[in-house]
């Protein structure tokens, strides 16, 4: 069974809460970010549950058993618990559902906290993972003597609420129980809950939880603080025994976590309270609450040692996992290891060459930047006004993660070779050099699939102003730590961001918002925006974020040499890019971007089409011969792109009959670009070849849902 395909920003779910935007989802699950239609118009985070039911009466009784849970979870009234304010069944996608809407929580969870920590060259000091330890313990103590327990604390379920810097613990384990109790034949959970190297010996063994267990579970989050590396990392999977060695703790609190992490629950601390006790001995406090530490930006910590002793192999994510809205490294933090100088492809060709230097020099060109990049990074956790600085041990190396607008190249029969495939030959090394290129600035290169995501060096945005109001600046400090995991720099943000809100508020059309008290609503909408601005461009792979602001828009025929070695016109090239545009950013529909933000994301859509084109020419060639059929079908993800190249000789009739929803856009086009069908929705086109060459057919889905397509293609010989 496929999973459940994502709902739009803007759908109305329960006539009650708007889709803000997606924030995870795991294998039965979707998690987003809504807003209340009515009322105060809170944010709230909407868990959407869509397990394929059992039938007749196991049915209902797990749905009984689902309702019970989710009321008896909305009881707990603790000020460190993620709150349940509403959960009601639905409908989604013709499937029965349920949803569950918690509180939001401002801030960054520890996973979050980790890896900004990594990437600065910093872990976490003892007394800080010991002071979340005292926050978290009390949380325990009042599930356990409710008669629950968390089941699945893991450093993405435990965060830091800004507005305090409390300790809050999100996502309880017994919805994915419930869950995997509703899809009995789903045979991938060997236990119900839990994430890899957070769970106990008993749960992998039995699939059984206790109190127990949760102080495993919050003792192995520990242990991936202190190391900066997973848990399972330094456990042995057999006897559950762990490597103290790679461990930095004092004796006295290692005795802690190694009764916490004993492998039989009975040798375990006997309740939450008691390891509490013994942790506030470490802090020789009195039983009584104590500020907490804020982990703020400008926390200090340990520096880290980046040495290859200190490299650990990185770890997948369960299916059950609802990852953070977040594009940095995976959970593992520290690359799985340095590889050697990873081989460029090497061509004697002068043309070639030119090629891949004009093609270079179109898509990547660097405009006019302002300043040299530092030799140093400067830590972007820290303040602006007091900035710490580490000399790098090696180039910043950037992923490229696979691009969002997926696009499937068939080749509708095997074009000749020859200048054809130097060209495609050309193309390939460009993007080949080009990644290695922008990945390591030509210096201690390693395999993309290694490489890891850094922060700007010297990010410009200034620290929110002290006379705001302290809720003001957490929201800003917010949106700041958005911006950097998307991979955004300040300046592009910015101006991209006053497009929207000259746009949106055309009296404030040139304005920025002051400081002053009567602004501070004008601040909150331009805050809005910016947050909306972010998520709108998540459709962007992670490269050509951090490159917005630095394409070349003035130079536009190496672009369209770049598609022509793909056997793309320039009319068709452009006209994608229109088409994905108009998608992603409806208000522009129609129009051709003039605004240099907009100029910008224009260009960043086609780094990643011709990107994605090269990712796939792989694919196995489509003949179609003389009087012969093919009808290549399958689904189209939202903004998908495939693309069909036909070779057709001259007199040869063609016909493409597209059967598929009028969201897909259909554009067929001639050897020299021009475009046979003009009308996007219309489903078919036939004719006859006025010249030899390379007919393309163009599909992309505009349709916020997946959508089937099967497109018949029948040539019959010349007269």
């Known amino acids: 069974m496929s999973k459940v395909n994502g709902i739009q920003s803007g759908e109305i779910i329960g006539d009650r809460y708007c889709i803000l935007y997606e924030l995870g989802r795991g294998r039965w699950s979707q998690t987003y970010l809504v807003r209340e239609r009515e009322g105060k118009c809170e944010r709230g985070v909407l868990k959407l549950f869509t397990p394929v039911l059992p039938g007749g009466e196991a049915a209902a009784k797990a749905t009984v058993r689902f309702e019970n849970a989710a009321r008896k979870l909305s009881r707990l009234q603790h000020p460190q618990l993620s709150k349940l304010k509403h959960f009601f069944p639905t409908s989604f996608r013709d499937r029965k559902s349920w949803c569950c809407v918690y509180e939001c929580v ?11 920590r990594w990437q600065h060259g910093r872990r976490f000091k003892e007394e800080e993972v010991i002071e979340l330890l005292r926050q978290s313990l009390p949380i325990l103590v009042y599930l356990h003597q409710k008669g629950m327990i968390h089941g699945d604390l893991a450093l993405e379920n435990i965060m830091q609420r800004q507005a305090d810097k409390q300790t809050v613990f999100i996502d309880f384990g017994a919805f994915k129980q419930l869950v995997a109790i509703l899809n009995p034949s789903d045979k991938k959970k060997r236990f119900y809950g839990g994430m890899a190297g957070y769970d106990a010996p008993e749960r992998l063994r039995a699939g059984t939880a206790g109190p127990q267990s949760d102080l495993y579970a919050l003792g192995a989050i520990a242990i991936a603080l202190l190391s900066a590396r997973e848990p399972q ?79 650990a192999e990185p770890i997948a994510l369960t299916q059950e996992t609802v990852a953070p809205e977040i594009h940095v490294p995976p959970p593992s933090l520290v690359p799985s290891s340095l590889s050697e100088e990873s081989e460029v492809p090497r061509t004697d060709s002068e043309t070639d060459k030119s090629i891949e230097e004009s093609l270079a020099s179109a898509l990547f060109s660097i405009e006019k930047p302002k300043s040299e990049p530092s030799s140093e990074v400067v830590s972007t956790v820290g303040s602006h006004k007091s900035r710490s600085r580490s000399v790098t041990t090696s180039r910043q190396v950037v992923r490229f993660q696979r691009s969002r607008v997926l696009v499937n190249l068939a080749l509708v029969c095997a074009y000749s070779l020859g200048s054809g495939t130097a060209g495609w030959w050309a193309s390939r090394l460009w993007i080949d050099r080009n990644a290695q290129l922008l990945a390591s600035e030509g210096e201690g290169r390693v395999s993309q699939s290694k490489a890891l995501n850094f922060l700007p060096a010297d990010d410009p945005e200034p620290e929110p102003e002290a006379s705001l109001p302290e809720a003001e600046r957490e929201r800003k400090l917010a949106l700041r730590d958005r911006r950097l995991r998307s991979g955004l ?41 910016g947050t909306d601005a972010i998520a709108r461009l998540e459709f962007l792979s992670l490269s050509a974020r951090q490159r917005l602001g630095r394409y070349n828009t003035e130079e536009r025929d190496s672009i369209v040499r770049a598609a022509a070695s793909f056997k793309l016109s320039e009319k068709a090239l452009f006209d994608v890019a229109e088409m994905l545009l108009a998608y992603h950013f409806p208000e522009i529909a129609g129009q051709t971007p003039q605004s240099s933000a907009l100029l910008q994301i224009e260009r960043a859509t086609i780094a990643d089409f011709l990107r994605s084109l090269r990712s796939q020419q792989s694919s196995a060639p489509i003949t179609l011969a003389a009087n012969e059929a093919e009808s290549p079908s399958g689904t189209l993800q939202p903004g998908e792109v495939k693309v069909f190249f036909l070779q057709l000789e001259a007199g040869q009739t063609v016909s493409a009959i597209l059967d598929a929803d009028l969201s897909v856009s259909f554009a067929v086009y001639h050897p020299n670009g021009d475009r046979l069908l003009e009308n996007s929705k219309l489903r078919s086109w036939s004719g006859r070849a006025s010249e030899n060459g390379i007919y393309t057919c163009i599909l992309v889905s505009q349709s916020p849902v997946a959508n089937a397509y099967n497109l018949s293609l029948t040539a019959t010989a010349s007269n």
């Open 233 to 311: 990392q330094l456990r042995n999977p057999e006897s559950f025994s762990w490597d103290w060695s790679q461990i930095p703790a004092s004796a006295d609190f290692q005795e802690i976590l190694q009764r916490m992490l004993a492998p039989e629950s009975s040798d375990r601390f006997s309740d939450a309270g008691t390891t509490l006790e013994a942790v506030r001995a470490l802090l020789w406090e009195p039983q009584s609450e104590a500020e907490p530490i804020a982990l703020t930006q400008a926390t200090v910590a340990e520096p880290i040692a980046l040495t290859q002793a200190t490299v």
């Open 489 to 529: 720099n300040y300046e592009f943000f910015t101006q991209l961001t006053n497009e929207f809100f000259w746009d949106t508020y055309p009296s404030q059309t040139g304005k920025t918002p002051s400081l002053a008290p009567e602004d501070s609503v004008w601040r909150e909408r331009w805050d809005t925006i």
């Open 106 to 116: 401002e801030g960054l969870n520890y996973q979050e906290f980790l890896q900004l």
